[in-house]
């Protein structure tokens, strides 16, 4: 099964009162794709 998944896909910058990160993937296409992931069946 195929499935093409359309959106963004970024780069984001987190900060937070524990820490502070660059370059971390996000994008709604990312987590789009990764829950649609869960739903193949291994090939």
Known sequence: MSLLVVG???FDAI???FG???KIIGGAATY???AASY???GY
């Open 8 to 10: 963004t896909v970024a």
């Open 15 to 17: 900060e937070t009162p």
């Open 20 to 22: 502070k990160t660059d």
């Open 32 to 34: 789009a794709s990764l």
């Open 39 to 41: 739903f193949t069946s």
